[in-house]
């Protein structure tokens, strides 16, 4: 009886010694308070600490767990081989039980591992912070997908719309398959010095059916070349369609959606306007623009990965 008691204290033991290493909760970050903002290359060292962190954690986790049932299988082996039964059934539920735990901890570790991971695949793909209106616009040179090569400063002195566009993405073909915007508002203000150009920046698009695309839908402009994403990310383009015009003197002077209806339904009491329309009128008779921001939707830009 004496025997018993002792190896069923051995195993008690073994148990409180593991859920200590077993039970840890892990460190918590300090948050962000409101308002303060994190670099993105910190924040990017931050998770990819935090990633190793949980890798650790779940690697300690395995060793802990291989060293605690081995310890008790020995404890049960010896049990049995002194009969005592008891103790011995004992030890096995305790088995099971330090399994259902390690189950429980190393999946919410699992968990957290994945989600940091989203977090650092979204991030990368992320475009840089937008350009704020007023600030210079990022030079660029892009190949048009029929074979011409088009910069920013070869439009000295002209009006510069950057759309961002994806045949793909609905929001972008409403405005050329459902409403010929783009064509429209290309056509209107080629007149009034006015260069209009298209940027795809979806990684897998490919040359064919972006000539194809330009040919159906009979466009006045070209469509750019940036599958890299370099100039994408430079300008912080978010979405298709986002809509960056620059004026004259190679400002921003608009950043935002082409309008306020998305797939043509504006809100409710809400008039339908089109920013892009009202930002070139008014910079082509020397007025500023009223409006120079406005939060873009649709798709997102389906960048490459960096």
């Not at 008690?12 to 903002?37: D, F, K, M, N």
């Not at 767990?65 to 081989?81: G, T, V, Y």
């Not at 570790?109 to 979204?122: G, W």
């Amino acid at each position: 009886m004496k025997r018993t008691s002792t190896v069923l204290f051995i195993a008690l033991a073994a148990i409180v010694s593991a859920s200590t290493a077993l039970g840890q909760p892990p460190a918590r970050q300090r948050p962000t308070r409101p308002g303060e903002a994190m670099a993105p290359r910190r924040q990017n060292a931050e998770q990819r600490q935090m990633a190793q962190k949980i890798r650790d954690e779940i690697a300690d986790l395995k060793g802990h767990q291989e060293i605690l049932i081995a310890q008790l299988k020995a404890i049960h082996a010896s049990a049995l081989k002194e009969k005592a039964a008891a103790t011995a059934d004992k030890i096995e539920k305790l088995i099971a039980d330090r399994q259902d735990v390690f189950q429980m901890r190393l999946e919410k570790l699992q968990e957290r591992q994945q989600r940091v991971q989203r977090a650092l695949r979204e991030r990368m793909q992320r475009p840089d912070r937008p350009q704020r209106n007023g600030r210079k616009a990022p030079e660029f040179k892009l190949s048009s997908f029929d074979g011409r090569s088009v910069s920013l400063s070869q439009y000295k002195d002209r009006v510069v719309v950057l759309e961002w566009f994806n045949m793909e993405c609905p929001f972008s073909k409403y405005h050329y398959a459902t409403k010929p915007t783009m064509v429209d508002l290309a056509n209107k203000y080629k007149d009034k010095e006015v260069v209009w150009l298209a940027i795809n920046s979806t990684n897998h698009t490919t040359p064919e059916v972006n000539t194809a695309f330009a040919k159906k839908h009979k466009l006045p402009f070209p469509i750019l070349d940036d599958r890299a994403g370099r100039v994408g990310r430079a300008y912080g383009a978010r979405t298709t369609p986002h809509i960056i015009i620059v004026d004259k003197d190679g400002n921003i002077a608009y950043n935002g959606a082409i309008d306020s209806a998305p797939m043509g339904k504006a809100k409710p009491g809400v008039k339908s306007i089109n920013y892009v329309d009202q930002a070139l009128a008014q910079l082509t008779s020397g007025q500023k623009v009223a409006t120079p921001a406005t939060p873009p939707y649709g798709c997102s830009v389906k960048y490459a990965r960096r």
